[in-house]
Structures are given as C-alpha cells and as structure tokens.
C-alpha cells in the first residue's frame, strides 16, 4: 500500500478502520500499476479521503501545494503531488472500482430491520433514482449547465444516484452534463430484475418502454396530464387504508399513436395514495406491478424519500458542495471517495453524523488534535444536546398545562 495509505492510517487514529480496505487498496493499485504512473487509484483514494477531513483544500492545485509542505509530509508520511499527475488520475481511473469498498464498509454497519417480510423481500430488488444539481467550476466545458438560482447564475453539475433501498447505499453514481435529462441518463443505465420507483421527472414512455423490456418493473409517480383508462377497480382492504391508499385500478394509458410507439398497451396499475403534507393533493403512482398488495405499492413509494434524505446529507452533513476535480470521471471518483469517508467517519465515531463531528475531525485531519482527544468532545456534545432535548421536552409540557 502506498504512503497515502499509512497518512490515513494516522488520519483515522485507528490502524483496524483502514485494514478493513487492505485487499481492496491491493486490488486497487495492481489494477493501474503500469508504465512509469507515480499516483495508482489506491493512493488517489486515500488522497481524497485526506482532503475530505480538511476543509482548506478545494482544488488540486491546492493539495500539490499542501502535499510539498514539511508539516503535512511528516505528519502524513505523503510524498509530493504534482497537479498534473492528479489531472491525470482523475481523467483515468474507473470510479466504479470503488463501489466494492463502498459495499465493504456498509456490511460492518448495524443491519437495518423491518417487520414486513414481504416488504423486506420487494425492498432487496427496489432502486430509487433521482438526480441532483452541485457547484462547479465555471470552466468545466462539458458542465456549462447554467441555472439561475435568486440573482445569481451559478454553474452547476447534476449526480444521477440509483440508491439500493435495502441498504440506502447508492449503486450507481453518474455525473451528467448539459442536455441530458434524468430520464435520459436512466434508459443508458437500466438494470435487470429491478424495481425502478422514480417521480414525475422520469415520465417518459420510451423509459419505461425499456424498464419492461430488460425485465425490470417500474413505480413512477405519473404528472396530472397523464390520462389512465381503468378497468377494474380493486377493493381495498383495512391495510391499504392505513397504508393511505384512497384507490386502486388495473388498466392502460391511452395515449397516442406515438406513446403507444413506445409503450405498446398492456395492463398497468393505478394506485393514488394521499399525500401527508399536502392532504388535497392526492399522489397518483402507475406501476407495472400487478400483484403487490396496494398498501405495500404505498409503502414503496414512500422510500423515495430516502435519495432526497440522501442528498441533503451529502450536502450538508458530509460537507461536499464544491467539486474540486474539473473532469466528468474526476468528480464520479470524489463522489465515491466522499461517502466512502464519510462511512470511516461513523465506524470509527460510532456517533450520528453531523457539521460538528465533521469540523471536530477536521482539527485531526490537519494534526492539530488526535481521535483520542476528539472523541471525548463528541461525547460530551452529545451528553449537552441530550440535556438541551430534555430541557425542551419539559418546558412544552409546561405550556400545555
């Protein structure tokens, strides 16, 4: 393994987290040790998730100049990088040799339970997809995708995510540029034997055309213009209402003579669940999945929730809103390489991820403090937010007397 690797061994203050990725690092590095390359994925890797616990560096430029500092040499025992050898890494390597240490890291995570078997089962073949807009260099050529955000344009990159419901761990992670929508960017990458549960923005009859034909079945949230011809209307048990469905029918979309190009008719499913934010506007779902329970349709589509959780977390508390890497491959290796930092960050803390954990990690990051010294201080955060919980609790209590 490389010196990266044994800086970030020092980073985690925990030698155990880091042997948890030795043979993937091994696999790593063998795969692109060829010709006179001086930076391999594996330290390419362990370089990201440096940088990530240091808020300062925000583009490679600046981790060459970092990496030539004598402090940051001897505390992370990390040679000199040069930008262009970055550049290089970033424009290179496969960013999907990265998903097994994703995987990896996951398994030592507590299992998340549910009591529905029957969900459990559907839960294992669901991916939630859905895309996401992030700050980039205003030079990015292939990203120049302006949006107007208030009184200011800012240029912007989307992450497409497939998110595994089973694990809420992403699957797929694909940076697209201008001109190509989400829907666009799914039917390149469909998968088999999946349940695809997507919103209104993958309404698209050639999408959904292809999810069938690769054996896939969808869940799609249809827009209002949508017409449905039913055919039979289903009778709903006590568990459906309680899952919040208010109807449920089999029938086709009438369409045109150019949705039905694409989309030839056959039987569909239309459930409409009620909507708990917004009760007069009811949520219309069409599904190819004939013989699912209504009530566990509802469910399902209510674990799409799950991928805008995900962003958010990514955003806020993992801390990445700024790409550093100016190629498209460049930001799919930052994208892997921050969750796959944040996921060392809970095994090692054992605490809920959080801005303040993250800032707290950050003083290690830069040798100002060790693990040792910072777990404490979470500890002790945690034990004063408890108290502030409870101190809150009560003085409701108090109003409503």
């Known amino acids: 393994m490389g010196d990266a690797a044994s800086g970030l061994s020092e980073l985690l203050r925990g030698g155990k987290y880091l042997a948890m990725l030795q043979s993937h690092l091994s696999s790593l590095r063998s795969a692109y040790g060829h010709g006179n390359r001086r930076l391999h994925l594996d330290d390419l890797l362990c370089t990201y998730l440096l940088c990530f616990f240091n808020p300062t560096l925000r583009s490679l430029r600046t981790i060459s100049d970092w990496s030539h500092l004598a402090h940051q040499q001897g505390h992370l025992q990390m040679r000199r990088l040069c930008r262009s050898t970055l550049s290089d890494a970033n424009a290179l390597m496969d960013a999907r040799l990265l998903v097994p240490i994703l995987r990896h890291l996951r398994s030592q995570l507590p299992q998340l339970r549910r009591q529905d078997p029957d969900l459990q089962r559907l839960l294992e073949k669901v991916l939630i997809v859905d895309g996401s807009f992030f700050d980039a260099a205003a030079d990015i050529a292939f990203a120049l995708q302006s949006r107007t955000r208030g009184p ?47 919103d209104r923005a993958y309404t698209n009859f050639e999408l959904l055309s292809l999810i069938l034909a690769r054996g896939s079945d969808f869940l799609l949230r249809v827009k209002e213009s949508i017409r449905f011809d039913s055919r039979e209307e289903q009778v709903l048990d006590e568990t459906d209402r309680l899952a919040g469905v208010l109807s449920d029918q089999t029938g086709e979309l009438p369409g045109s003579p150019h949705s039905w190009k694409h989309l030839p008719r056959q039987m569909l499913r239309e459930v409409v669940i009620a909507d708990e934010h917004h009760p007069e506007k009811p949520i219309r779902l069409l599904t190819s999945l004939l013989d699912v329970p209504a009530g566990l349709i509802a469910q399902l589509y209510r674990y799409r929730w799950q991928i805008e959780l995900f962003f958010r977390w990514l955003k806020v508390h993992a801390n990445f809103r700024h790409l550093i890497s100016h190629s498209k491959n460049g930001m799919s290796l930052g994208f892997h390489a921050a969750l796959i930092a944040v996921l060392l960050m809970y095994l090692k803390t054992k605490r809920p991820l959080s801005k303040y954990a993250f800032n707290l990690l950050s003083f290690v990051a830069s040798g100002y403090a060790t693990m040792e010294q910072i777990l404490p201080i979470l500890e002790a955060r945690e034990q004063e937010c408890e108290r502030d919980r409870q101190r809150q609790k009560r003085r409701s209590k108090t109003k409503t007397r």
């Open 152 to 198: 200011k344009r800012s240029h912007q990159v989307r992450l497409d995510v497939h998110l595994e419901a089973s694990t809420l761990l992403p699957c797929r992670l694909i940076v697209q540029g201008k001109g190509k929508s989400e829907s666009k960017s799914l039917l390149e990458n469909i998968e088999p034997a999946a349940i695809y549960v997507m």
